[in-house]
């Protein structure tokens, strides 16, 4: 299931979830490094680079671990939906794949 991006940089992301029942693995990936990196930000991590974008999260309310970092991820309420925050998932690894707190691989 592709996920939707919002906010300032959201045309640099590609995003996608596979769920089954109530769980989901999300995986999300930053497009154009070139344009996100600068003399302040030589890599495209954190807050400061990201700005003011989101990523959808799948709507079964699940606090998710960062496979590949090993990092606690929560979702955030925005209007009404569930969204990750483009600067917390990025702050240590330029790649995102996400799994349920619950499960193990």
Same mark, same amino acid.
């Given at each position: 299931v592709p996920l939707n991006a919002e906010g300032a940089k959201s045309d640099h992301l590609c995003a996608f979830a596979r769920t089954w029942r109530d769980q989901a693995i999300v995986?999300?990936?930053?497009? !154009?490094?070139s344009?996100?990196?600068?003399?302040?930000?030589?890599?495209?991590?954190?807050?400061?680079? !990201?700005?003011?974008? !989101?990523?959808?999260?799948?709507?079964?309310g699940q606090d998710y671990i960062n496979v590949l970092t090993g990092e606690p991820v929560v979702t955030a309420q925005r209007e009404g939906n569930l969204y990750f925050s483009a600067g917390t998932l990025f702050s240590n690894f330029p790649v995102v794949l996400l799994k349920p707190k619950l499960i193990s691989l």
């Open positions: 995986s999300v990936a930053p497009r !154009w490094f344009r996100l990196m600068s003399d302040r930000h030589p890599d495209p991590l954190g807050p400061p680079v !990201w700005a003011d974008t !989101w990523v959808e999260a799948p709507q079964v």
